[in-house]
């Protein structure tokens, strides 16, 4: 720790010098004509005296303790990665021009990603027209993985029914996506494993309108313990009545509803009950991965964005 004055500490201590002989000088000739405030005034000097030998090293010491704590959060390593904001693809994959506010847009939601993760010490700029620097102090490469959830998923949550007759219709509609159509429905691929931890691909037909989509979300949650991996989303009032009244029309055990998050089908279980403004999303690797697409469901993406690099930021 070092005690040592520099100038700005000097003047400081010259300052209360004077002012202490002052006021010595003032108390010496109150107190030789005497009067009710003598003890005042003996006092006081005393009191200043003591400013001028302890609040000089005390600033000197919280500015070094404050210096240290800098130079600590130096030193630590961590990611830098570069992203790439694209166009927004329209249907018929029409590509939209990207917007003059998107990467302002991006900017700010990875912001508010990374600060629910509790990612401290963020720098993040915007480098040329369409590119995003980010700096995370701290993060561990281990940690790649949940980053990338974290800042690619655009988090454009749908749950879609599905046709009833799926399993006939989408295999047929798979072996040829040209003639065998089906009107109000969508040709989509299930990735799942079954309970022998075998991989298994499903094709399913979902219906073209959503019943809700992550508009209606007030909070998503990750779960923890034997149920890691999994999230609960809770709806607002009006994604509560929707999905309630989308419930009591299904057939128990029969009518299935998919949850489908930027395009990719998570999962696919059948509707065994009524339910309304919670319902749980599973398909998630980790608990790491549940947290970063948590954070990314309350916070979406505009436009698209791609990791173009992740370097390692070594500790100095």
């Known amino acids: 720790m070092n005690l040592s004055i520099d100038n700005e500490s000097a003047i400081y201590l010259i300052g209360l010098s004077v002012l202490a002989v002052c006021l010595i000088y003032l108390a010496v000739r109150i107190f030789r004509s005497g009067g009710i405030y003598r003890p005042l005034f003996v006092s006081l000097p005393l009191a200043m005296m003591s400013l001028v030998f302890f609040c000089g090293p005390l600033t000197e010491v919280r500015a070094d303790e404050a210096s240290t704590d800098d130079v600590a959060k130096d030193e630590l390593g961590g990611l830098s990665v570069t ?37 401290e010490d963020l720098i993040i700029q915007q480098e040329g027209a369409d590119r995003i620097m980010v700096q995370m102090p701290g993060t561990e490469l281990a940690e790649v993985e949940a980053v990338r959830v974290l800042l690619e998923s655009i988090a454009k949550l749908e749950l879609r029914l599905v046709h009833e007759e799926s399993r006939t219709l989408a295999p047929e509609v798979a072996a040829d996506p ?139």
């Open 178 to 316: 040209q003639t065998n159509l089906i009107p109000g429905y969508k040709l989509y691929h299930y990735e799942s494993t079954d309970r022998d931890g075998n991989a298994v691909t499903e094709d399913l037909l979902l219906r073209n309108r959503t019943v809700i989509d992550g508009s209606y979300i007030t909070r998503a949650q990750a779960l923890y313990g034997a149920y890691a991996g999994q999230i609960v989303v809770e709806l607002n009032d009006e994604g509560g009545e929707i999905l309630l009244a989308t419930t009591k029309k299904a057939k128990p055990g029969q009518t299935r509803m998919a949850i489908v998050l930027d395009g990719k089908v998570l999962s696919a279980p059948s509707i065994n009950g009524v339910f309304g403004s919670s319902f749980q999303i599973s398909g998630m690797d980790s608990l790491e991965e549940a947290q970063a697409l948590s954070a990314a469901l309350m916070n979406p993406l505009k436009n698209p964005v791609t990791i173009e690099e992740v370097r390692w930021l070594p500790a100095k």
């Open 83 to 119: 992203l790439r904001v694209l166009p927004q693809a329209s249907w018929g994959d029409e590509v939209k021009p990207l917007e003059a506010d998107a990467v302002s847009q991006a900017i700010l939601t990875i912001e508010q990603r990374l600060n629910s993760r509790g990612t």
